[in-house]
C-alpha cells in the first residue's frame, strides 16, 4: 500500500507560482507512474501531469509551458512548479500513483492510489 501526502497548495494572485509536493510515506518500487490531477466544484477530476518512470512526462493543454512535473532522485517526492497561474487553476489538487504505464488518456478513477488533496485558489 502506497500513501501519498500533498502540500504546498495556498492562495496566490493570477501571474503568481505555487509549489506542490507530495510525499510517498511507504515504499515506492512498486510505482511505475505518479501523476498530479485536479478537480474544480462542480466539475470532474481532470488530469494535469504525468510522470512515469524513465522520465516520460506529459502535461494537459491548459498547463503545458506553465507547469512542471518533476520528482527528487530517491523517487520519494513528486512535485509540481505552477508558474503563470489563472483564476481558471483554482482547484483541490491531488497526487496519484500506479503500478502500470498510465498515461494523461487514462481517466482518474483507474489509478490505485490517492492522496487527500491540497487546495489552489487563484484570484484575479
Known amino acids: 500500500q502506497v500513501q501519498l501526502v500533498e502540500s504546498g497548495g495556498g492562495s496566490a494572485q493570477a501571474g503568481g507560482s505555487l509549489r506542490l509536493s507530495c510525499a510517498a510515506s511507504t515504499s515506492t518500487y512498486s510505482i511505475y507512474c505518479m501523476a498530479w490531477f485536479r478537480q474544480a466544484p462542480g466539475k470532474e477530476r481532470e488530469g494535469v501531469a504525468i510522470r512515469c518512470s524513465g522520465g516520460r512526462t506529459s502535461y494537459a493543454d491548459s498547463v503545458k509551458g506553465r507547469f512542471t512535473i518533476s520528482q527528487d532522485n530517491a523517487k520519494t517526492t513528486l512535485y509540481l512548479q505552477m508558474n503563470s497561474l489563472k483564476p481558471e487553476d483554482t482547484a483541490m489538487y491531488y497526487c496519484?500513483?500506479?503500478?502500470?504505464?498510465?498515461?494523461?488518456?487514462?481517466?482518474?478513477?483507474?489509478?490505485?492510489?490517492w492522496g487527500q488533496g491540497t487546495q489552489v485558489t487563484v484570484s484575479s
Open positions: 496519484a500513483a500506479d503500478g502500470r504505464q498510465l498515461s494523461m488518456a487514462d481517466s482518474w478513477f483507474v489509478w490505485d492510489y
